[in-house]
């Protein structure tokens, strides 16, 4: 008989130790809050260190549970390591890992895809999320075990060419995630979290996107960064413990023809 009266329990994080990259502000952010409101202790990683220390504070102070700020660029290769280190020197341990980094920038139309571009979208959101999901899995494999998350995009699966080189890396997360479902089974599981057009920094709802959700999403809204923490709420506690290499879209529903 299934004890439904501990369900909620299973959704908790006590003891875990969460990893959330481009954690200071967005959808990372609100990953890390929540993930400590549910008992998490959880390190705060993007490349500014500055905006790191902000926002761990602010989660210490609401939550009452340690918030490590630490300065990484996920694109640089050596960045990772040191991240690790660093995780595994002031906590012992990795339960959880949040691949959600990533970069967008804007340019006039293919053509113009630059070089260095293109390959700076590619290390922050394919390779550094590969270098970060291989160092923390091994090393989750040799533990407790844990579960990582890759933050993908609905774009990914219809990109068009305002977006490639980022549809392009972010649709290198699928195979990344399928691959890592296998890689330390059953102890560690990945998975991967699609949001859709979400009222971010990189794409606040009053730039014009807002009103196209609004007509052709059901929900008729942008998606707000809170929409993303129970997914990967679940995902992280046990209350998923049996998914693993699952693809789930996180859109309102703008996607449901695909």
């Not at 959101?125 to 075990?145: C, E, I, K, T, V």
């Amino acid at each position: 008989m299934p004890q439904w009266e501990d369900s909620a329990a299973a959704f908790r994080l006590d003891g875990k130790v969460a990893v959330i990259t481009g954690g200071s502000r967005g959808l990372g952010a609100a990953i890390a809050a929540g993930f400590a409101i549910a008992g998490a202790d959880v390190v705060v990683a993007s490349r500014k260190f500055d905006n790191c220390a902000a926002t761990a504070k602010h989660i210490a102070t609401t939550s009452g549970r340690r918030a490590l700020p630490v300065a990484c660029h996920v694109g640089r290769w050596d960045d990772a390591e040191v991240l690790v280190d660093t995780v595994y020197r002031e906590f012992g341990r990795c339960d959880v890992l949040v691949n959600n980094a990533g970069m967008s920038p804007q340019y006039p139309d293919l053509t113009q895809v630059t070089e260095e571009l293109y390959d700076k979208v590619h290390a922050v959101n394919a390779r550094g999320p590969f270098r970060l999901s291989a160092l923390f899995g091994s090393r989750m494999a040799h533990g407790d075990g844990g579960s990582i998350i890759n933050i993908g995009t609905a774009g990914a699966l219809r990109p068009d060419s305002s977006m490639l080189p980022y549809a392009m890396a972010k649709a290198g997360m699928h195979a990344l995630t399928l691959a890592l479902a296998d890689a330390w089974a059953p102890k560690v599981r990945a998975n991967l979290v699609m949001p859709g057009a979400f009222d971010t920094e990189a794409h606040p709802d009053a730039d014009g996107i807002g009103a196209l959700a609004r007509e052709f999403n059901p929900m008729q809204r942008l998606g707000r960064p809170s929409d993303i923490v129970g997914p990967c709420l679940f995902l992280a506690s046990a209350a998923g413990a049996y998914v693993n290499g699952a693809q789930l879209l996180v859109d309102g529903g703008a996607f449901r023809a695909l």
